[in-house]
């Protein structure tokens, strides 16, 4: 029998996170494209990430249709959210030329998945990259990242707001991811916890 689920966090009720995840404003607009592997994730920070954010929108599948749209959003200079070569280090917007805000493309999925939509949708691998020059470390205690510097979406996400819009603000964006977190281990036990992640 499946336990009932929120339909705002898509968690279980009696473990929903919907309490946690804040209501922040940005200048930034963040668009996810999440790969639909991703949907049913125990984890699937994009859709907190979108949750969290005004200013944000969460689409899921592997081909985006109205991709050029989406990009073409007035007002906005377009960036994926992707690490790579020629890869432009996001910085604080007071003193930019551009005086736009970015608007954010952000792959959601294992690399492999996130790559695999970058090759079924061309007009992404034509878009500016951007990335943190700084990456500070995961906050995700139960896994062991698969590449140097690898980020949650909700991670990535919060760290490249806060380049843009002042250190610190959208700290809170990871509440509940925290929380989801915190109750993983609470539900594993701390004596399995340490004993598997904490070295």
């Known amino acids: 029998m499946s336990r009932i689920q929120c339909e705002r966090c898509l968690r279980p009720r009696s473990h929903c996170l919907c309490p946690s995840i804040p209501c922040l404003d940005s200048r930034t607009r963040v668009v996810l494209l999440q790969h639909p592997d991703e949907v049913r994730h125990a984890l699937n920070t994009a859709r907190l990430a979108a949750l969290g954010l ?35 280090a996001l910085a604080a917007y007071s003193g930019a030329a551009d005086e736009r805000p970015w608007l954010l493309i952000v792959p959601d999925g294992t690399w ?33 990242a698969p590449e140097q510097g690898a980020l949650s979406t909700v991670e990535a996400v919060a760290q490249a707001l806060n ?3 002042g250190a610190g603000r959208f700290d809170e964006l990871l509440r509940p991811f925290e929380v989801l977190i915190e109750g993983q281990i609470a539900a594993m036990g701390m004596e399995t916890f340490e004993r598997n992640h904490l070295r």
């Open 112 to 144: 492999r998945k996130a790559r695999k939509l970058l090759y079924l949708n061309p007009l992404l691998q034509g878009l500016s990259r951007v990335t943190l020059a700084e990456v500070q470390p995961s906050r995700y205690r139960l896994r062991k």
């Open 54 to 88: 005004r200013n944000a929108q969460l689409r899921v599948g592997e081909v985006f249709e109205d991709l050029a749209e989406l990009i073409a959003t007035p007002g906005y200079r377009p960036g994926l959210l992707f690490p790579g070569d020629g890869a432009e």
């Open 163 to 165: 380049v843009l819009e």
